[in-house]
Nanobody, 124 residues
């Protein structure tokens, strides 16, 4: 079993930065994909970014060039550096993982393990 715990959310003005962290506990296999998702009120949960065993990354078009995903210690820690934040980035942010070798997509249905989320609020 694996447990994921997010931290680092908060409130920031537009143009500012935040760094989200996700600590994973329990069994983690040698192959994995870990990612960040977000859900704004009244909207579906959407994929933001993901990184796989080989360090390959995927980003949603809406965050490319502004967000950077990284991980260390074989996915024990996952990070999301968010720069140039916009009000539309306001959402609950979740980390998630699956244990296939690569991240084929940012489809939330491929990820069985989830954290509880951390709130990000960007004011204009």
């Amino acid at each position: 079993q694996v447990q994921l715990v997010e931290s680092g959310g908060g409130s920031v003005q537009a143009g500012g930065s935040l760094r989200l962290s996700c600590a994973t506990y329990g069994y983690i296999p040698s192959s994995f994909c870990v990612g960040w998702f977000r859900q704004a009120p009244g909207k579906e949960r959407e994929g933001v970014a993901a990184i796989d065993t080989d360090g390959n990354t995927k980003y949603a078009d809406s965050v490319k060039g502004r967000f950077t995903i990284s991980q260390d210690n074989a996915a024990k820690n996952l990070y999301l550096q968010m720069d140039s934040l916009k009000p539309e980035d306001t959402a609950m942010y979740y980390c998630a993982t699956h244990w296939r070798w690569s991240c084929s997509s940012l489809n939330r249905n491929e990820f069985p393990y989830w954290g509880q989320g951390t709130q990000v609020t960007v004011s204009s």
